[in-house]
C-alpha cells in the first residue's frame, strides 16, 4: 500500500524460513493481497541491526529459532506459539496465509484478547473502547521501524518500551518480506495486546487485518485515506499530512489522527520533508484531529510540541537507537506529562 518506495529503512529479501539475521537495506516491498469482498472488523527474536552488532540494551542478537525461549505472554511456548483461531476472525484470514511453516500465533483480535481493561475500558470498565476512540493513548507513539530495531524477536524492546508506559506502537516495515512482516507484526500485535496497547501497521491495510491490528497508518502516496476509510470503517486511521490542506483533506476522508512532519529530518526515513514547529502549528490549526508530530523527536523537543498544540509525538529512533530503550521511552512518558501538566 505504500508508495512507490519508502526510503530510509529497507531490508533484502530473505529467503523462508525466517533467515537468522536479516539485513535491512533499501529496497522493494513485498504485498500481500486482500481478498475482495473481504469483510474487515476491528479486531520472538532479536537480531537489532545495530553497527556493532548489539542488540537495543547492549545484548546479544538472538536467532528467530530461540523464540520460545522467552515468552512474553506466559505462553510456555513463546510468542509465536500456535493459537487456535476463532473461526472468521482475523486470526482465521491470517491463517490463510500462513504458508508452508505453519506458524499460527496470531493473537485473537483485541476486542477477545482479555486486555480490554489496559487496552481502554470505558469508564464504567466494562466495554473495550473502540480504536477510533483511543487517540488519547498516542502521546507517546513509539514507531517500531524493523530498519532499525532489525527481524530479531520484537520482545526485548517492546516488553521494555511497553513497560515503560507507551500505549501505541506503529509497525514499520519497508522492504521486508511479506511473510516475515506477517511474522513480525503477530509477534508485536501479541505483545501490544498484552500490554492494553495500541497496535497501528504503516502502510498496509492488508497487514493489519492479516494480524488483528487496531488501525492502519498512510501516507499522501499510499493506499487513499477514503478508500481505507471504506474498507475498514471501524480501523484508526492515522494519515500523514504536511500542510493544513492535506490535514483539512484527511479529516474529510475520514482520518482519526494526523501524523506532521518531519520536524527536523531524520535518518530513519531520508525523503521526508521539514516543515518544522511551524508548519506544525499549521497542521494543528487548521483541523480538529488530533496532531501526532513526527520526524526526528527528541525529548528536549516536547514542551514546545505540546505548546504547538500537538496531541502526541511519533518516535522511532530516540527510543530504539537508545543504549536502553526502555528509559528512553519512560523519559518520553515523562517528559510528555510534564508538558501536558
Ligand atoms: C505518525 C506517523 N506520521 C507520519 C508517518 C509517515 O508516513 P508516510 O508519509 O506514509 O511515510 P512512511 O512511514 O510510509 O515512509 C508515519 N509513518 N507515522
Ligand atoms: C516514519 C517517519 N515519517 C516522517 C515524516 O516526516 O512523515 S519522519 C519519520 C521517521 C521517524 O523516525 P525518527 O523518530 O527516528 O526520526
Ligand atoms: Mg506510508
Avoid: C
Wanted: proline share 10%; charged share 20%; aromatic share 4%.
Amino acid at each position: 500500500m505504500s508508495g512507490p518506495r519508502s526510503k530510509g529503512s529497507g531490508a533484502a529479501p530473505g529467503p523462508a524460513p525466517v533467515p537468522r539475521e536479516t539485513a535491512i537495506r533499501p529496497g522493494g516491498q513485498q504485498r500481500m493481497p486482500v481478498p475482495a469482498g473481504t469483510v474487515i472488523r476491528p479486531g520472538g527474536w532479536w537480531t537489532p541491526m545495530s553497527p556493532e552488532g548489539r542488540g537495543p540494551g547492549g545484548g546479544p542478537s538472538r536467532g528467530p529459532e530461540s523464540v520460545g525461549d522467552a515468552p512474553p505472554t506466559g505462553d510456555p511456548r513463546g510468542p509465536l506459539a500456535p493459537q487456535r483461531p476463532d473461526p472468521g476472525s482475523a486470526d482465521a484470514t491470517a491463517k490463510a496465509h500462513e504458508g508452508a511453516q505453519g506458524l499460527t500465533g496470531l493473537e485473537p483480535p483485541a476486542a477477545t484478547t482479555g486486555a480490554e481493561d489496559a487496552a481502554g475500558a470505558d469508564a464504567d470498565g466494562r466495554a473495550p473502547r473502540a480504536p477510533r476512540r483511543r487517540t488519547g493513548e498516542l502521546a507517546v507513539y513509539f514507531v517500531y521501524d524493523v530498519g532499525l530495531v532489525g527481524t530479531g524477536d520484537p520482545a526485548p524492546v517492546l516488553e521494555a518500551v511497553l513497560g515503560a508506559g507507551v500505549r501505541a506502537v506503529q509497525f514499520r516495515a519497508k522492504a521486508v518480506p511479506d511473510g516475515l512482516a506477517y511474522r513480525l507484526a503477530r509477534a508485536v500485535r501479541r505483545l501490544t495486546a498484552h500490554h492494553g496497547a495500541l497496535l497501528v501497521i504503516n502502510d498496509r491495510l492488508d497487514l493489519a487485518l492479516a494480524v488483528g491490528a487496531d488501525g492502519v497508518h498512510v501516507g499522501q502516496d499510499d493506499l487513499p485515506a477514503d478508500v481505507v476509510r471504506r474498507l475498514w470503517p471501524d480501523g484508526l486511521l492515522g494519515v500523514s499530512v504536511r500542510t493544513p490542506a492535506e490535514a483539512r483533506a484527511a479529516e474529510a476522508a475520514g482520518a482519526d489522527y494526523v501524523g506532521a512532519g518531519a520536524l527536523r529530518s531524520t535518518a530513519t526515513k531520508d525523503d521526508a520533508r521539514v516543515i518544522g514547529l511551524q508548519g506544525l502549528e499549521r497542521v494543528a490549526a487548521a483541523t480538529r484531529l488530533p496532531v501526532v508530530a513526527i520526524g526526528g523527536i527528541t525529548v528536549a523537543d516536547l514542551p514546545a510540541l505540546r505548546r504547538a498544540g500537538m496531541a502526541g509525538v511519533a518516535v522511532a529512533s530516540a527510543i530504539a537507537r537508545a543504549p536502553d530503550p526502555g528509559r528512553a521511552a519512560a523519559a518520553f512518558v515523562r517528559a510528555w506529562q510534564r508538558a501536558s501538566g
